[in-house]
């Protein structure tokens, strides 16, 4: 069973700043790409940012700029860091394992950022 945990959240003033970060085995982020998505009630999941097993980041054209994504896989860990939040960001934040490796995809249980006008 693969095991995504998400840490951080919350409720911030607009303007203000967060991390997220996701925590799952070593070996799993070592073989995987990771990503953050995001959902909002009545709303699809959308990718919000992605770092490739090489490091390669994308983002979500609403968080360039904002939002920086980062992976340290001899912790197991990927890192969101968001910053200049805004009321549009409140969502669900999923973090996201896609490993060809082990042939799977794994989701965490999310985590709310609420953020206040």
């Known amino acids: 069973q693969v095991n995504l945990v998400e840490i951080g959240g919350g409720l911030v003033q607009a303007g203000g700043s967060l991390s997220l970060s996701c925590e799952a085995s070593?070996?799993?982020?070592?073989?995987?790409?990771m990503a953050w998505y995001r959902q909002t009630p009545g709303n699809q999941r959308e990718l919000v940012a992605s770092?490739?097993?090489?490091?390669?980041?994308a983002y979500a054209d609403s968080v360039k700029a904002r939002f920086t994504i980062s992976r340290d896989d001899a912790k197991g860990s990927i890192y969101m860091q968001m910053n200049s939040l805004k009321p549009e960001d409140t969502a669900v934040y999923y973090c996201?394992?896609?490993?060809?490796?082990?042939?799977?995809?794994?989701w965490g249980q999310g985590t709310q950022v609420t953020v206040s006008s």
């Open positions: 996201n394992a896609k490993s060809p490796y082990y042939n799977l995809e794994a």
């Open positions: 070593s070996d799993l982020v070592r073989r995987s790409d």
């Open positions: 770092i490739s097993r090489e490091g390669e980041t």
